[in-house]
């Protein structure tokens, strides 16, 4: 999604589905903070961050997916396309790197 947020309260009816998987998230998030300070077991917090990163992944996929239909799919040139495609592909990419070392 390139365009800048604007000052307008209506969401698209594409963005509500998203919208709403990153309010679970966001509580999912508040759920692994208060296991932190009730000094849960180490086991069962690492297994919620897991959860709330893989489906932060899912959102982040379906997001990329809006951007490729809405973007890629429109009516650009040879050359517009290529670029988009090509910055489409390096988001892709930065999706998928591992982010800690094994």
Same mark, same amino acid.
């Given at each position: 999604? !390139?365009?800048? =947020?604007? /000052? ?9 589905? +998203?919208?709403? *998987? ?5 509580? &999912?998030?508040?759920?692994?903070? *208060?296991?932190?300070?009730?000094? *849960? ?10 959860? =709330?990163? !893989? =489906? +932060?992944? &899912?959102? /982040? +996929? ?11 799919? /429109? ?5 517009? /396309?290529?670029? !988009?495609? &090509?910055?489409? +592909? ?6 998928? =790197? ?5």
């Amino acid at each position: 999604m !390139t365009e800048q =947020a604007t /000052s307008t309260t209506t969401t698209p009816p594409e963005v509500e589905p +998203l919208v709403a *998987r990153l309010r679970r998230i966001e509580g &999912q998030i508040r759920g692994i903070q *208060r296991m932190l300070e009730e000094d *849960r077991v180490c086991e069962d917090i690492v297994t919620q961050v897991m959860a =709330a990163r !893989t =489906a +932060l992944d &899912q959102v /982040s +996929l379906l997001i990329l997916d809006h951007h490729v239909q809405r973007c890629l799919c /429109s009516d650009q040139g040879p050359e517009e /396309s290529m670029k !988009t495609m &090509q910055q489409a +592909l390096k988001m892709w990419m930065r999706l998928g =790197a591992p982010t800690a070392e094994e």
